[in-house]
């Protein structure tokens, strides 16, 4: 799996972010402002009742369930204003939102990861909206988010939403957040489960994005003709990932297409937060060549959505956590996948495809799992594991469930026998004298305390500062540690001093059911 990166520590939160661009893409008076973004939001309002919702791309009109996420458009007012309008009008009909989870691209600068304010304040002519900054404080245990005070302040995706959000939904808090490159689907779905272990019924997640950016001015022109058309049609394909939340198909348009949607990562982020069978309506779409100004050799596509759950009707849903279940002959078949996937890469070099793997499969491998695979070399009379001659060889796995199981066992196997630092790529001699342990993981979840891990039973994920080390459940009780000695080597694995567990420290635990060849 990619791996997040490290960074500097914690920070406590500075001042108010200032309106930067206040004057210039929009009003600054808020007499003024309050004035124009109420006249966007009654047109939208009214458009939506006597009007069927935008029948552009000939999607369902029809909004089933609670609004859980919207996408705005981030231009000056004068061009996206009245598409954003119909984003927000929809959301503030909907339910009473207490916080906003905002995420937006950057424009300025270019970084791995997320980048967290700050600031205790972000303000708006209309009133400063408050940062969330318990929300803050805790992601910045975990890899991958750290405090960035300058892409902040100079960004302005975020920046145009909080007037919206000031004038439709009042007094609220905002967890503000700017998303770089986040590499891959399965890097994207360990930042959103981690996101979406804050998210509550009453919050709402907005998410700022423009669309297709058309023309020499953006330096994409990839098909020759009529410029509306070729915008409308990359649009339309775009639209139709984010309205079955088909995040892989999302990924492999952009990168058969190379669209220019400036908020591709904030997007692709909410698809990975989404409940299963969410799905967008389009409230609202048009192009900067709808208003005044724009030639006709450049384009930039606006697009209003509303993201929903049929069966939800009382906001963000509880995420299920029931564990899956076994039998003998799921087990039985992933020892065999496993053991396939290993055999056909060491000696053919090549990664075995599900389809080849198909006689194998039950129900149970669709479902995303965190899994380790576990590699042990037999009877070679050295270490003593579990009091059989064997030793280590390699252990590789994925903690969060970020890939169907079929697929991060075929994952893991592979990387378990060429991706483990500590070894060498494992030849095919070696074959016949390794065995195969594979461990599917519960979630991890959250505990209060350390008090709260039980050795033997629970995997521990240390989180600190930016860093991150695991261990399986199993792994305390082949070394014979205690509670404290477990947690100073889970320290000393992140790279922090034997007792460094002991202050600003969060733990996950989770649960196993090993599986392991004879």
């Given at each position: ?17 200032r309106a ?27 458009a ?5 919702i ?9 909004i ?12 000056g ?23 906003v ?9 270019g970084?791995?990861?997320a ?13 400063d ?6 929300v803050i404080?805790?992601l ?10 300058e ?11 909080l007037?919206f ?8 808090r ?6 770089g490159?986040?590499?891959d ?11 979406r ?16 950016h058309?023309?020499?001015r ?7 003709g009529?410029?509306r058309?070729n ?8 639209f ?22 400036c908020?591709?990562f ?7 937060m ?12 048009r ?10 050799a ?8 509303a ?26 078949a992933?020892?065999?996948i ?12 090549r990664?075995?495809t599900?389809?080849?793997l ?29 009091g ?13 469930p ?11 196997a ?5 991706r483990?630092y ?10 016949k004298d ?5 461990n ?23 989180y600190?500062q ?20 477990t947690l100073a ?15 600003d420290?969060?733990?996950?635990v989770f649960?196993?059911?090993?599986v392991?060849?004879?």
């Amino acid at each position: 799996m990619t791996n997040f990166f490290s960074r500097a520590g914690l920070t406590s939160g500075q001042d108010k972010r200032r309106a930067a661009f206040a004057g210039t893409w929009y009003e600054a008076d808020a007499n003024k402002l309050r004035a124009q973004l109420s006249r966007f939001l009654e047109q939208a309002d009214e458009a939506m009742k006597t009007v069927p919702i935008e029948p552009s791309f000939k999607m369902n009109s029809k909004i089933e369930g609670s609004v859980l996420a919207i996408v705005a458009p981030h231009a000056g007012y004068i061009f996206s204003g009245p598409t954003a309008a119909f984003a927000y009008d929809a959301a503030s009909d909907d339910r009473k939102i207490k916080r906003v989870f905002l995420l937006g691209p950057s424009h300025y600068a270019g970084f791995p990861g997320a980048a967290l304010p700050s600031e205790k304040s972000f303000a708006t002519p209309l009133g400063d909206l408050k940062v969330d900054r318990q929300v803050i404080d805790d992601l910045l245990h975990y890899p991958g988010f750290e405090i960035m005070p300058e892409v902040h302040r100079r960004e302005h995706s975020l920046e145009l939403q909080l007037p919206f959000i000031r004038e439709a939904f009042g007094d609220v808090r905002i967890v503000p957040i700017v998303v770089g490159l986040l590499g891959d689907v399965s890097e994207m779905q360990v930042a959103a489960q981690i996101l979406r272990r804050y998210i509550e019924p009453d919050d709402l997640v907005v998410v700022s994005s423009d669309f297709t950016h058309y023309g020499p001015r953006y330096d994409y022109e990839p098909y020759p003709g009529k410029v509306r058309d070729n915008v409308r049609k990359l649009d339309e394909e775009a639209f139709s990932y984010l309205h079955k939340a088909d995040l892989q198909g999302f990924f492999d348009f952009r990168e058969r297409t190379q669209d220019t949607i400036c908020g591709f990562f904030p997007c692709s982020l909410l698809l990975a937060m989404l409940p299963e069978d969410s799905h967008a309506t389009l409230l609202n779409y048009r192009t900067s060549q709808d208003s005044m100004g724009e030639d006709e050799a450049n384009s930039v596509s606006y697009m209003a959505v509303a993201f929903s759950h049929p069966t939800s009707t009382a906001g963000w849903p509880k995420e299920e956590t029931s564990n899956v279940k076994l039998t003998d002959a799921d087990k039985s078949a992933l020892l065999k996948i496993a053991r396939k996937a290993l055999e056909t890469f060491v000696r053919e070099k090549r990664q075995i495809t599900q389809a080849e793997l198909k006689p194998l499969m039950t129900p149970v491998m669709k479902k995303a799992m965190g899994v380790f695979v576990t590699l042990y070399k037999r009877n070679i009379g050295r270490n003593t594991v579990h009091g059989e001659d064997k030793e280590l060889r390699g252990c590789v796995g994925y903690i969060f469930p970020v890939k169907p199981l079929i697929q991060a066992v075929i994952d893991n196997a592979i990387g378990s026998a060429s991706r483990d630092y500590r070894f060498q790529g494992v030849i095919e001699e070696e074959l016949k004298d390794l065995q195969i342990d594979i461990n599917l993981l519960t979630p991890p979840r959250r505990v209060k305390s350390y008090k709260d891990i039980v050795i033997g039973r629970d995997g521990i994920l240390l989180y600190k500062q930016g860093r991150q080390a695991v261990f399986l459940p199993s792994v305390a009780t082949e070394f014979g540690w205690d509670l404290e000695q477990t947690l100073a080597q889970l320290a000393m694995k992140a790279g922090f001093p034997a007792d460094a567990w002991k202050q600003d420290a969060q733990f996950d635990v989770f649960q196993s059911i090993s599986v392991e060849e004879e």
